[in-house]
C-alpha cells in the first residue's frame, strides 16, 4: 500500500527539541519530493517546505526559514522535521505529504498526505 | 511570495445546490493551481491539479476552472459527504502557498 506514515503525538516545554518523522512506503521514495504543512488550531494550511530525498534538496517557506529543519533520511525512506528550541506558537497539527510533479502538464499537487502529527508546546 | 486569496470565507448550501468558490492569486500562475478538501479531523486530499484536471477517484460533479490569476472550484449538485474546508493551492513558485480556505456547511 502506497502511504506516508507519521510519527505520534508530542507533548513538549517552551525551549525543548522535537523531530519528528513521516516514513514513506509502497513507493519510490526517493523520487517524490516531501513537503510539510503546519495547520494551527482552527486555522488554514501552511506550507512550510520541502525536500528531494533522493539528493537532500530542500526548500523553506520564507515564514519558516531558521525556525525548523526539515531532512530526510532516504536508507530508512523517512523525513524529517524538526526544532532545536520550541515555542509556544508551534503548537499545531504538523502534516507531511507526498508532491506530485508533471512539468509539461502543469500537474503539481500533494497528492499523498500522512495522518498528521499534534505538537503541543506548553509549560 | 505569492498571495492566494479564497472567497467567500464560508458557503452553506442545500444538497442538490451548485456550489462554487473562487480563488484569486496575486500574480499569474497560468495553469499551476491545486484544490484540495479537508474534511474534519481528517488530512486534505487533492481534488484537482493543473486548475482543471479532476484527481483519479474524485467525483465528476467536482471541476475546476480559470488560468492566469482567477479560478474556480464548482460543485455542480452539493452532497453531504462535501462538507469540508476547500484549499487552493499555487505551484507557480516556492513556496506553494494555500489560500485561507472556505468553510462549505450543508444546510
Known amino acids: 500500500e502506497v502511504q506516508l506514515v507519521q510519527s505520534g503525538a508530542e507533548v513538549k516545554k517552551p525551549g525543548e527539541s522535537l523531530k519528528i518523522s513521516c516514513k514513506g512506503s509502497?513507493?519510490?521514495?526517493?523520487?517524490?519530493?516531501i513537503g510539510w504543512v503546519r495547520q494551527m488550531p482552527g486555522k488554514g494550511l501552511e506550507w512550510m517546505g520541502i525536500?528531494?530525498?533522493?539528493?537532500?534538496?530542500?526548500r523553506y517557506s520564507p515564514s519558516f526559514q531558521g525556525q525548523v529543519t526539515i531532512s530526510a533520511d532516504k536508507s530508512i525512506s523517512t523525513a524529517y522535521l524538526q526544532w532545536s528550541s520550541l515555542k509556544a506558537s508551534a503548537t499545531a497539527m504538523y502534516y507531511c505529504a507526498r508532491r506530485s510533479v508533471s512539468i509539461a502538464v502543469a500537474h503539481d499537487a500533494f497528492d499523498l498526505w500522512g495522518q498528521g502529527t499534534m505538537v503541543t508546546v506548553s509549560s | 511570495d505569492i498571495q492566494m486569496t479564497q472567497s467567500p470565507s464560508s458557503v452553506s448550501a442545500s444538497v442538490g445546490d451548485r456550489v462554487t468558490i473562487t480563488c484569486r492569486a496575486s500574480q499569474g500562475i497560468s495553469s499551476w493551481l491545486a484544490w484540495y478538501q479537508q474534511k474534519p479531523g481528517k488530512a486534505p486530499k487533492v481534488l484537482i491539479y493543473a486548475a482543471s484536471t479532476l484527481q483519479s477517484g474524485v467525483p465528476s460533479r467536482f471541476s475546476g476552472s480559470g488560468s492566469g490569476t482567477d479560478f474556480t472550484l464548482t460543485i455542480s449538485s452539493l452532497q453531504p459527504e462535501d462538507l469540508a474546508t476547500y484549499y487552493c493551492?499555487?505551484?507557480?513558485?516556492?513556496?506553494?502557498?494555500f489560500g485561507q480556505g472556505t468553510k462549505l456547511e450543508i444546510k
Open positions: 493551492q499555487q505551484a507557480k513558485s516556492f513556496p506553494h502557498t
Open positions: 509502497g513507493y519510490s521514495f526517493t523520487k517524490y519530493w
Open positions: 525536500i528531494y530525498p533522493g539528493d537532500s534538496d530542500t
